[in-house]
């Protein structure tokens, strides 16, 4: 590993923290040492507060924010010496110390600092970094860790053996480190934890860091023990039914929608293959930092209620002895390996199954070069449990519970670059859900790069496109819970005896027949969503009241109306709801150019501002309108309605 400061970026970074927040985000580059706000790192500053007196601040990362985007404005500033004080007192609860933090940050409005601030505090060095690198965690996690270690780095680190983060840890440092610190001495390594390295300056803080982990590095290199390979032999994937059904019955233990995020890449595979999966699997993460998102273990193969039965079991073998009662979590798992599927991640929404599967390819990297080294060792299944049921830990995780209403459910919409799809992406996301973006439009790949959303560019009308992009999603996102059939096209104004067969065939095929297929594609998935399939139709006031010049627009779109209905006739039984929406006069969207509002206005027989207005209301209707009552009508207001078909267009004589 290599140091990536340079002084001219260096220089970019200003005012006291600049150097801190620089090397900060240098850390947070390196996916091997820091993954989603793991890692904290620290400044002592000297400052005068209002009153001319000098003090001692510790500027110590706060929650919330991650390295490699960190701004000063990241950092909690706290009063050190009251923290000092603290890791010398002979025992502290976690609430109180959490409490002691609060009442020491200087500045209103800061974030949370780090439950691990004692640890940067207790070093007397200004500058601090904390990593959970991938090679120390490898080198570490094996019978003989400590040993390794020391010949490793010798005098260069103090070295801790493993307890669980928090006061405990922190005093137990503030012990130990004056002990074994030398001169030499540039960090401290946590035991199944991760390590520490400090210095006078920023730079030299986190050249230690890169250091340090060069060295594990190394030694992993020399011992054959890094990048090791491993054999994957081709699978059968699961297809998009069976990888539906196993969400199902995950969010059924979860107790909400999950998304599943499903990837056969070679490693995971491979791993998933491995002769000694279920041994290597089931020793929990390489350090506590990373089973907020992951639970203890994955769960082999797909049988979900065996794996909540075992979790059951788990949590009534350390409930018991905890000092607080417990409430269990959900018995869910958060990861899956199956030979035949690869990794699949389970995670409240979509961001969280991102998190959970690079989390886990960084476990597969430091469990594999630990085998090689001399043998794997997890965490301890007692450890786990009292980080998995830590009240600090717990606290976060009820926070998480105010969640959007859609959050880990998936919708897909049609024609979803632009006008009222891309209006109903945007409704959908909002509301938590993971949306499929379907568009023949390649612009609909790059309109957001979220984890949240998977643009695809396809044409409806090919059947074999439609059913490939089909699967794509479902090992993206696990399912399709909501559809938005949305795309459609508008022919050129042609009164009735001028219809050209290919003009009416190519209004057919797109508004009809291309929506008919994605339903009957989809009908298995949406039977298997867990709150029930949700389909919105975005009609056209054409179809209550037709326009003149518009037959093959109008009857498509007809149609499609009836096919909704028989729909709802007949998918009522599987828990699915579909529902209709004719908007008018929506001009905001792909379908409308000037041409052809001066055509339909002049069939009119009005101006185009009259014609944009030509309602009730005598209000505009905007794609947005459309896009939230789409959204709404899939969400618990329409919960008891299906077959309805609702105006959105501001009033309309012909149809009222
Ligand atoms: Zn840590």
């Known amino acids: 590993m290599k140091s990536r400061w340079t002084d001219a970026e260096a220089a970019q970074y200003t005012g ?44 110590v990362k706060g929650s919330g924010s991650d390295l490699e985007t960190i701004d000063a404005g990241g950092f909690a500033p706290l009063a050190l010496a009251h923290l000092q004080k603290l890791t010398r007192l002979p025992a502290l609860s976690d609430a109180q110390m959490l409490n002691e933090l609060g009442t020491q940050v200087l500045r209103a409005g800061a974030p949370v600092p780090s439950v691990e601030t004692l640890l940067h505090a207790l070093l007397p060095h200004r500058y601090v970094d904390h990593t959970h690198a991938d090679a120390v965690l490898a080198v570490s996690n094996t019978p003989d860790g400590a040993q390794r270690m020391r010949e490793i780095y010798g005098e ?28 030499k001495t540039i960090g401290m390594v946590l035991l199944s934890h991760g390590l520490l390295s400090f210095g006078a300056e920023a730079r030299e803080s986190y050249e230690r860091m890169i250091e340090l982990v060069s060295m594990a590095e190394a030694y992993l290199e020399r011992n054959r023990a890094w990048h090791i390979a491993l054999p994957a032999r081709p699978a059968a994937a699961p297809g998009r039914e069976e990888i539906a059904d196993l969400r199902r019955a995950i969010a059924a233990q979860a107790g909400a929608p999950v998304v599943l995020r499903v990837s056969d890449a070679p490693r995971f595979l491979g791993f998933a293959q491995h002769p000694q999966v279920d041994k290597l699997s089931q020793q929990g993460p390489a350090t506590p930092d990373h089973l907020l998102y992951t639970k203890p273990a994955p769960m082999l193969g797909r049988d979900v209620a065996a794996f909540a039965r075992g979790y059951r079991e788990y949590f009534e073998r350390h409930a018991a002895r905890a000092k607080q009662p417990k409430t269990m979590l959900d018995p869910a798992p958060r990861m899956v390996l199956d030979p035949q599927l690869g990794f699949a991640a389970a995670g409240r929404d979509a961001r969280e199954a991102a998190i959970i599967e690079e989390l886990y390819q960084h476990s597969i990297e430091v469990i594999l070069s630990a085998e090689a080294l001399g043998g794997w060792r997890g965490v301890g299944e007692a450890h786990l449990f009292d980080i998995e049921y830590w009240d600090l830990e717990q606290a976060k995780l009820r926070k998480a519970a105010a969640a959007p209403p859609f959050t880990g459910e998936i919708a897909l919409v049609t024609g979803a670059a632009s006008g009222i799809g891309k209006a109903c992406a945007e409704a959908f996301l909002r509301r938590g859900a993971a949306v499929v973006g379907l568009d023949r439009n390649p612009a609909i790949e790059s309109l957001w790069q979220r984890p949240e959303f998977l643009g695809l560019t396809v044409e409806l009308t090919d059947a074999a496109a439609l059913n490939a992009s089909l699967d794509k999603a479902v090992r993206r996102f696990g399912g399709v819970d909501m559809i938005v059939l949305n795309a459609g096209i508008f022919p050129s104004s042609q009164p009735l005896q001028d219809i050209t067969a290919d003009s009416w065939q190519r209004a057919m095929s797109v508004n009809l027949e291309a929506p008919l297929r994605l339903l009957q594609l989809c009908h298995a998935l949406l039977r298997l969503a867990p709150r029930g399939g949700r389909i919105v139709v975005i009609g056209s006031r054409n179809v209550p009241a037709p326009g003149p010049g518009a037959a093959a627009y109008s009857a498509s779109k007809a149609a499609l109306n009836q096919v909704a209905r028989v729909a709802a006739l007949e998918w009522a039984k599987d828990g699915i709801r579909i529902n209709s929406l004719h908007p008018d006069a929506v001009y905001d969207t792909g379908l409308w150019t000037e041409e052809l509002l001066a055509a339909r206005a002049k069939a009119y027989g009005m101006s185009v501002e009259q014609y944009r207005r030509k309602n009730l209301l005598r209000t505009e209707v905007a794609s947005r309108d459309v896009a939230e009552l789409a959204a709404e009508m899939c969400g618990a207001l329409f919960a008891k309605t299906t077959a309805a078909q609702v105006p959105v267009d501001g009033g309309n004589e012909r149809v009222v």
Do not use: W
């Open 156 to 183: 260069r680190v103090a070295l801790i053996p493993y307890v669980m983060a928090g006061f405990d840890l922190a005093a137990h440092c503030a012990r130990e480190f004056p002990k074994q610190a030398t001169g």
């Open 16 to 59: 006291p923290l600049g150097a801190r927040v620089y090397t900060s985000r240098l850390l947070g580059r390196e996916r091997s040492l820091v993954l989603h706000g793991g890692g904290n790192t620290s400044v002592k500053l000297c400052e005068k507060d209002l009153f001319g007196e000098e003090r001692e601040v510790l500027y």
